[in-house]
């Protein structure tokens, strides 16, 4: 099992594993929740369109970013900012600044976190 011997991206993997399975979770929620706080279907929508538009425009500040600050560090950065979007989720009364918030730091930790992950993965592993 050859597979198993590069100890660098088993912990990768591990950390994926628990990242996957607790983003997973939380975005059925996420989306279950903004419903309950009163935003309509279309708004749920448009909501997560947003986060979407924002990371495709945030996606080229990683390539800005990760020679300077390396990628291990994004990857941290990416993975604390995922959890900062659940602050503002938390105070989401309908349409307004919270949810803004809400839209804007999901992007941006997603960005963040993904786009690195994906670039330290392929820089860890082995030909």
């Keep these: 099992m050859a597979y198993l011997k590069n100890s660098a991206v088993n912990f990768l993997n591990l ?3 628990l990242h996957a ?5 939380a975005g059925a929620f996420f989306a279950v929740f903004l419903l ?3 935003l309509s279907i279309p708004a749920v929508f448009a909501a997560i369109a947003l ?8 996606r080229p500040l990683i390539l800005v970013l990760a020679p300077r600050t390396g ?3 994004l990857v941290v950065f990416g993975t604390i900012f ?3 979007q659940y602050l503002f989720l938390a105070e989401v009364r309908g349409v307004d600044v919270m949810l803004l918030g809400f839209c804007i730091s999901a992007a941006i930790g997603d960005t ?3 786009t690195s992950y994906h670039a330290y ?5 082995d030909s």
């Design 51 to 58: 986060v979407i538009a924002v990371r495709f425009l945030t």
């Design 121 to 125: 993965f392929a820089a860890l592993g």
């Design 36 to 38: 309950k706080a009163g």
């Design 15 to 17: 950390h994926y594993g």
């Design 21 to 25: 399975l607790a983003l997973n979770g």
């Design 112 to 114: 963040f976190y993904w």
């Design 82 to 84: 995922t959890g900062v």
């Design 71 to 73: 990628l291990r560090a």
